[in-house]
C-alpha cells in the first residue's frame, strides 16, 4: 500500500479545505471500501481525510414531513431508525440486506453511495478496465460478466452499481446535499450517476472535491408499505444479482401510484420509470404487473452470461408488486 497522510476533519469547512488542498485526497467514511481498494492499489491517495466526526450523523424531520438523513450516519443507524421503518420500509429493509453487521456499524451513507462497483476486473490492477483505466479496454464484455449490467450500459463498460441502499432511495426521490470550496450543492439521485457512455471513469455529477453532507428524502406516503427485495448466490451476506425496491398505493383496485426501482441491473440504482407508467391508473393485477416489468425490461441489452437477470427481474417485480396489491387489498 502506498505511505499515505491521515487527517480527522473536525468541522465541514475544515474537510472540504484539507480535501481542496490536495487533488490527490479523498475523504474516508467507515473505509469499508475505499481501504479495500488501496490494499489491492486500485486507490492510491496521498492523503487520508477522516469524516466520521463529522456533525453529520443526524437523522431528522423536515418540515414537508420528508427526513433529513446525515452523510455520516452509519448503515446501521439508518436501517434502525424507527422514523426511516415507519416512513420508508423499504430504505430500512434494502439498507439490512446489505454486507454484514460488522460492515454496516463502520459503513456510511456517503461511502454506500460513492462505493465502488465490485466488478473483479476493476479490482485487479493487472487487467485492462476502462473505468480504471480510460482507453485499456472491457475484459468483462468477452469475460466473466454473470453479474453485469442488462440496462443502460455501453460497450466501454457493463459494470453494475452495487449499492442496495441506493435502490430504495431511487424509488424515493432522495436528493444529495454536498459541499465545495464554493458552497453547497444539491443533486437528485436520478442525476447523480452519470451515463456510462465511452467515459465509464466518471461515475457522478458530483463538483471535484465535493464532501456530501446528507441526503433528503421527499415526504412519499405510499412509501410507509413499501418493500425491498434482493437476489443474491448465497444466503450469508452477498452483493445482488438482482434487487427491487417497490412502493405501491392502490385504491378500488386501481393503482394510484407506483413506484419502481432496480439494482444490479445498470451502472445505477435504476428507476424503472417505463414500468411505473404502465402501472399507474391501471388494474392491480398480476398481468398488468409483468407487463409493465416487460416495458421497463424491452430495453435490456444482454451478454450470454447475464441474459438470466432478464427473467429474474422481471419475477422478481411481478412478486414484489403482487405482494404489495394483497397487502393494500386487506
Ligand atoms: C464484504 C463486503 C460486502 C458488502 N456487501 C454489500 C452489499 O451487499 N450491499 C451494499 O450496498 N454494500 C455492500 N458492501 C459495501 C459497503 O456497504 C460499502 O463498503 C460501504 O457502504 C461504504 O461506506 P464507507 O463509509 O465505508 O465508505 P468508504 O470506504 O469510507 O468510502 C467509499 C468512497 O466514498 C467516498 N466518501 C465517503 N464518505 C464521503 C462523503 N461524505 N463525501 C464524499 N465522499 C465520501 C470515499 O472517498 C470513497 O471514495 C459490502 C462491503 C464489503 C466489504
Ligand atoms: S465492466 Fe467496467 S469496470 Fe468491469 S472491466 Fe469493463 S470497464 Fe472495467
Known sequence: MREFDYRRAEDVPGAVALLDADPDARYLGGGTNLVDLMKTGVERPARLVDVRQLPLDQIESTDDGGLSIGATVTNSDLAAH??????????????????????????????????????????????????????????????????????????????????????????FDAVVSYRTADGAGEVPLADFYLPVGDTPHRETALPPGALITGVTLPPVPSASRSRYRKVRERASYAFAIGSVAAALDVSDGVVREARLAFGAVASRPWRAYAAEHVLNGAPASADRFAAAADAELAGARTLPGNAYKVTLMRNLAVAVLSELAEETAR
Open 82 to 171: 424507527p422514523e426511516v421503518r415507519r416512513r420508508y420500509p423499504a430504505l430500512s429493509q434494502a439498507v439490512l440486506a446489505g454486507a454484514s453487521g460488522q460492515l454496516r456499524n463502520m459503513a456510511t451513507v456517503g461511502g454506500n453511495l460513492l462505493q465502488r462497483t465490485r466488478c473483479g476486473y476493476f479490482a485487479d490492477v493487472t487487467k485492462p478496465c476502462n473505468k480504471r483505466l480510460p482507453g485499456s479496454g472491457c475484459p468483462a464484455v468477452e469475460g466473466e460478466h454473470h453479474n453485469h449490467a442488462v440496462l443502460g450500459a455501453s460497450e466501454h463498460c457493463i459494470a453494475v452499481h452495487p449499492s442496495d441502499m441506493g435502490v430504495a432511495l431511487t424509488a
